[in-house]
Nanobody, 123 residues
Framework: QLHLVESGGGLVQPGGSLRLSCAASGFTLDNYAMGWFRQAPGKEREGVSCISSNDGSTWSSDSVKGRFTISRDKNKVYLQMNSLKPEDTAVYYC??????????????????WGQGTQVTVSS
Protein backbone atom coordinates (compact mmCIF):
# COMPACT_ATOMS: atom_id res chain seq x y z
CA GLN A 1 0.00 0.00 0.00
CA LEU A 2 1.50 3.29 -1.12
CA HIS A 3 1.37 5.98 1.57
CA LEU A 4 1.95 9.49 0.24
CA VAL A 5 3.00 12.41 2.42
CA GLU A 6 2.96 16.02 1.25
CA SER A 7 4.99 18.85 2.74
CA GLY A 8 5.84 22.48 2.02
CA GLY A 9 2.49 24.19 2.33
CA GLY A 10 1.94 27.36 4.32
CA LEU A 11 0.97 31.01 4.26
CA VAL A 12 2.49 33.22 1.58
CA GLN A 13 1.83 36.71 0.28
CA PRO A 14 0.53 37.27 -3.25
CA GLY A 15 3.40 37.08 -5.70
CA GLY A 16 5.37 34.77 -3.47
CA SER A 17 6.56 31.21 -4.02
CA LEU A 18 6.26 27.83 -2.37
CA ARG A 19 7.63 24.41 -3.19
CA LEU A 20 5.53 21.37 -2.35
CA SER A 21 7.06 17.93 -2.01
CA CYS A 22 5.49 14.48 -1.97
CA ALA A 23 7.18 11.26 -0.91
CA ALA A 24 6.15 7.68 -0.33
CA SER A 25 7.38 5.77 2.68
CA GLY A 26 9.29 2.66 1.70
CA PHE A 27 8.61 3.01 -2.01
CA THR A 28 10.22 4.61 -5.01
CA LEU A 29 7.88 6.50 -7.29
CA ASP A 30 9.52 6.00 -10.66
CA ASN A 31 6.88 3.51 -11.88
CA TYR A 32 3.96 5.77 -11.00
CA ALA A 33 2.31 8.60 -12.84
CA MET A 34 2.07 11.44 -10.35
CA GLY A 35 -0.18 14.41 -9.98
CA TRP A 36 -0.92 17.46 -7.90
CA PHE A 37 -4.54 18.34 -7.30
CA ARG A 38 -6.17 21.01 -5.20
CA GLN A 39 -9.51 21.65 -3.53
CA ALA A 40 -10.72 25.03 -2.40
CA PRO A 41 -13.61 25.41 0.08
CA GLY A 42 -16.91 24.73 -1.60
CA LYS A 43 -15.31 23.60 -4.84
CA GLU A 44 -14.54 20.27 -6.44
CA ARG A 45 -11.06 18.82 -6.45
CA GLU A 46 -9.25 19.81 -9.62
CA GLY A 47 -6.09 18.75 -11.41
CA VAL A 48 -3.23 21.21 -11.22
CA SER A 49 -0.18 19.53 -12.74
CA CYS A 50 0.61 15.91 -13.60
CA ILE A 51 3.69 14.06 -14.82
CA SER A 52 4.02 10.81 -16.69
CA SER A 53 5.68 7.66 -15.42
CA ASN A 54 7.84 7.09 -18.48
CA ASP A 55 9.09 10.10 -20.41
CA GLY A 56 8.65 12.96 -17.96
CA SER A 57 5.98 14.68 -20.01
CA THR A 58 3.77 17.03 -18.05
CA TRP A 59 0.38 18.67 -18.16
CA SER A 60 -0.73 21.76 -16.27
CA SER A 61 -4.08 23.49 -16.04
CA ASP A 62 -4.48 26.81 -17.80
CA SER A 63 -4.90 28.56 -14.47
CA VAL A 64 -1.35 27.68 -13.36
CA LYS A 65 0.49 27.32 -16.66
CA GLY A 66 3.63 29.44 -16.66
CA ARG A 67 3.57 29.79 -12.86
CA PHE A 68 3.67 26.22 -11.51
CA THR A 69 6.15 23.51 -12.48
CA ILE A 70 5.90 19.82 -11.64
CA SER A 71 9.05 17.70 -11.48
CA ARG A 72 10.13 14.40 -10.08
CA ASP A 73 13.04 12.26 -9.11
CA LYS A 74 13.13 8.62 -8.11
CA ASN A 75 11.77 9.24 -4.64
CA LYS A 76 9.74 12.44 -4.74
CA VAL A 77 7.52 14.64 -6.83
CA TYR A 78 7.61 18.40 -6.51
CA LEU A 79 5.39 21.35 -7.34
CA GLN A 80 7.21 24.66 -7.63
CA MET A 81 4.63 27.42 -7.33
CA ASN A 82 5.63 30.96 -8.31
CA SER A 83 3.66 34.20 -8.65
CA LEU A 84 1.04 32.86 -6.28
CA LYS A 85 -2.41 34.43 -6.30
CA PRO A 86 -5.16 34.46 -3.67
CA GLU A 87 -7.20 32.15 -5.91
CA ASP A 88 -4.47 29.50 -5.54
CA THR A 89 -5.54 29.09 -1.91
CA ALA A 90 -6.57 25.46 -1.40
CA VAL A 91 -5.61 22.14 0.09
CA TYR A 92 -3.09 20.57 -2.28
CA TYR A 93 -3.02 16.81 -2.69
CA CYS A 94 -0.42 14.52 -4.19
CA UNK A 95 -1.66 11.46 -6.08
CA UNK A 96 -0.09 8.42 -7.70
CA UNK A 97 -1.12 5.55 -9.92
CA UNK A 98 0.94 2.76 -11.48
CA UNK A 99 -1.54 2.06 -14.29
CA UNK A 100 -1.39 5.52 -15.82
CA UNK A 101 1.48 6.16 -18.17
CA UNK A 102 0.78 9.60 -19.58
CA UNK A 103 0.45 12.89 -17.71
CA UNK A 104 -3.30 12.72 -17.13
CA UNK A 105 -4.82 14.96 -14.47
CA UNK A 106 -8.12 13.16 -14.02
CA UNK A 107 -9.02 12.74 -10.36
CA UNK A 108 -10.77 9.39 -10.74
CA UNK A 109 -7.75 7.83 -12.49
CA UNK A 110 -5.55 7.99 -9.41
CA UNK A 111 -5.57 5.26 -6.78
CA UNK A 112 -3.28 6.65 -4.08
CA TRP A 113 -3.69 10.02 -2.35
CA GLY A 114 -1.91 11.95 0.32
CA GLN A 115 -3.61 13.72 3.21
CA GLY A 116 -3.10 17.14 1.68
CA THR A 117 -1.22 20.29 2.64
CA GLN A 118 -2.81 23.72 3.04
CA VAL A 119 -1.63 26.58 0.85
CA THR A 120 -2.93 30.03 1.76
CA VAL A 121 -2.12 33.07 -0.35
CA SER A 122 -3.04 36.24 1.48
CA SER A 123 -1.61 39.60 2.40
Amino acid sequence: QLHLVESGGGLVQPGGSLRLSCAASGFTLDNYAMGWFRQAPGKEREGVSCISSNDGSTWSSDSVKGRFTISRDKNKVYLQMNSLKPEDTAVYYCAADEHIVQAMCVTTFYEYWGQGTQVTVSS
